[in-house]
């Protein structure tokens, strides 16, 4: 019992002082580029001002280059050493897109090549990523916290050997104590760095908030736009459509009616045609309504219109659910109307003979799953369809995940957060 | 022929009452919602019923949930289906229970007065009335293609009429083909198709569609 106790003990402390000396020299990168910087300095004169450019230039350039790295190696080890979990929180690129007058547009500004709006927009998101600020802070905290507990152990282990090999009596007992220190200290002098990078590292409730209230307004953006969109393409459909077919069967009656006395083998015609009409113009608002609110999707729900949809799809298609769920109506259509674009797309662009939709819950909310046999290589291009599907589900804060490989197959996931009745 | 009408909309319900009359047939009951429906169509036991698909309360499915559960209680009650739209899914679901006597047709069928009261009069006798836009999904959708490449054009569309529940002699009519021609397609497609021929029209049309719903 006893041996055993010491054994684990003896390998705690051995995984503590690797950590604290991997915590000392990670924390120590930067001040140690400052510290060359203002060495040379002082080497080449420190009266002269020139000397010092180094240190007013490379070292601040050097540390805003390092930081990020960094804290991403600090990220990863906390998380791998402990079960905190610190999200990275840097914002997203949006796509650089060539306008119609020929510039690129950033999202920010117009630049003349890509290249160069890709440039600048690294630096605007840079410069204005809180993510990138809490990492600059954090590479300066952490040396004075973090860093300087990790050092004890290797301090420790630094004093013993020193000490040990000297031959005076006193030096030898500091480099026991040393020792002494240096063992006992293994285990511990690493972990203070888990609640520095949780105070200085992780995003603050406020900013978190403030991220959240910037995404939602993009979001509201977007869903307007898509919703202005969509009821222009209403209008359009029948205005061009059914309204004017209405227009032509108003005037065949009419003309009918006159003919009616004179002609009545004309007149019978037009009435002909008339019905004619009536019934084209009836299937062209069926198409639309279902457009709309499809409606199997209002009757039964997502997996019956699914399955409805898999009937009606030149692929085999075969559907896998667990139940019959019913959700918020603007959250089933969103799923139906994406579950029928991918289809459409496996059809279209991957020219697949057969796929498999998944449709199931989670404790988050529902996941619909589209895979299919075809040759793959689907990419989100800016104002396609893809691009399209992932905006209508983030204004439900439902996600987008797109496995292609060129050759296939491809499979992607929609998934949106909800509580169903 | 008794019949039943199940529909919300009262002009589509009053002018249809009106063109059954007109064709000497008579309406026993009507009926506006899906529990309405259900009542209707188990006290009066009609030769025919022809019932809209969506109904209050629920303004969902409520008129074919009333057929499907009548059909239960009284096995081969024949239904006609009068439909704002055409769903594939329905249409399997009707005549999953293989008893034939079933119908879904596009309510604007009713425009062609002959033909919706033709349908109306096969369902009744036990046959099927499928319409033109169930077919041609039916037909061209997913596992049976293949199978059906073999046929040529002519009795492609034999097949499609035959499915949607005509006879020979209506099929003939249809595509102004003689009878004997009809019959020498049907015979060659059944050859094809693996199909036992049988001169009752409703196990016919169950014998195409049950071929096509094959995995």
Redesign the interface.
């Known amino acids: 019992m006893k041996t055993r106790q010491v054994t684990s003990w003896a390998a705690s402390a051995g995984t503590g002082f690797a950590r604290a000396c991997v915590v000392l020299v990670l924390s120590m990168i930067v001040p140690a580029v400052w510290a060359a910087a203002v060495a040379l300095a002082i080497r080449w004169g420190a009266g002269n001002p020139w000397s010092w450019l180094p240190v007013a230039l490379v070292a601040p350039v050097a540390t805003l280059a390092l930081s990020r790295p960094v804290c991403r190696m600090f990220r990863s080890l906390i998380a791998r050493w402990t079960d905190t979990v610190i999200a990275p929180g840097y914002r997203q690129a949006p796509p650089v897109v060539l306008m119609s007058t020929g510039y690129w547009w950033n999202g920010f500004s117009y630049e003349r090549t890509s290249r160069d709006a890709r440039l600048d927009q690294r630096w605007r998101l840079r410069w204005n990523d809180p993510a990138n600020w809490r990492d600059l802070r954090f590479t300066a905290v952490v040396p004075l916290t973090a860093g300087l507990l990790a050092a004890i152990p290797p301090a420790g282990v630094a004093a013993a050997a020193l000490g040990m090999a000297q031959p005076a009596v006193p030096a030898r007992l500091i480099g026991l104590a040393g020792l002494a220190l240096a063992v006992g200290s293994a285990p511990y002098a690493w972990r203070c760095v888990e609640p520095v990078a949780v105070r200085f590292l992780r995003a603050s409730p406020a900013m978190e908030l403030a991220e959240r209230v910037d995404e939602l307004t993009a979001q509201r953006a977007d869903a307007t736009i898509a919703q202005a969109a969509e009821i222009r393409r209403i209008e359009r459909d029948l205005h061009d459509g059914a309204q004017a077919r209405l227009v032509g069967l108003g005037l065949s009656l009419a003309t009918a009616e006159k003919l009616m006395e004179t002609d009545p083998e004309a007149a019978r015609a037009l009435m002909r045609e008339a ?1 004619a009409g ?2 084209t113009s ?1 299937t062209e608002l ?1 198409e639309l ?2 457009g709309i609110n499809p ?2 999707l ?3 729900g997502l997996v ?1 219109a699914v ?2 949809l898999a ?7 075969t559907v896998s659910a667990h139940e019959r769920l019913r959700l918020d109506p603007p959250i089933e259509s969103a799923a139906y109307f994406g579950t029928a674009e991918l289809l459409t797309n496996a059809v279209k662009h991957a020219h697949a003979t057969r796929a498999r939709v998944y449709v199931a819950r989670d404790d988050t909310g529902i996941v619909v799953t589209v895979e299919d046999d075809g040759r793959g290589g689907a990419d989100e291009r800016p104002g396609g369809g893809l691009a399209g599907l992932r905006r209508r589900l983030a204004v439900f804060d439902g996600t987008l995940d797109i496995t292609s490989p060129a050759g296939g197959p491809t499979c992607v996931r929609m998934a949106v957060p909800c509580a169903s009745s | 022929m008794r019949i039943v009408v199940a529909e919300d909309l009262y002009l589509l319900r009053d002018g249809m009452v009106r063109l059954i009359e007109a064709y000497g047939h008579e309406v026993v009951a009507t009926a506006t919602t899906g529990p309405e429906t259900l009542e209707a169509l188990l006290a009066w036991r009609p030769d025919v019923a022809v019932v809209d698909v969506r109904m209050p309360p629920t303004q969902s499915d409520e008129g074919l949930r009333a057929a499907l559960a009548a059909r239960a209680e009284l096995p081969g009650l024949p239904v006609l289906i009068l439909s704002q739209y055409v769903e594939q899914l329905y249409a399997r679901e009707l005549l999953a229970d293989g008893t034939g006597a079933v119908g879904y047709l596009l309510k604007e069928s009713v425009f062609d007065a002959d033909q919706f009261i033709d349908a109306l009069e096969r369902v009744a006798a036990g046959g099927t009335a499928m319409d033109p836009a169930v077919i041609a999904k039916l037909l061209s959708s997913g596992s049976s293609t293949r199978r059906l490449d073999r046929l040529t054009e002519r009795e492609h569309s034999v097949l499609s009429l035959m499915a949607e529940g005509l006879s020979n002699q209506a099929i003939a009519g249809r595509l102004f083909l003689s009878d004997s021609a009809i019959s020498k397609y049907t015979t060659s497609l059944f050859g094809k198709l693996a199909l036992t021929d049988d001169d009752n029209s409703n196990r016919r049309v169950l014998a195409v569609l049950a071929y096509l719903n094959e995995p």
């Open positions: 019905r009536a019934a009836l069926r309504v279902k409606p199997v209002n009757d039964r019956d399955r409805a009937l009606d799809s030149p692929l085999e298609v």
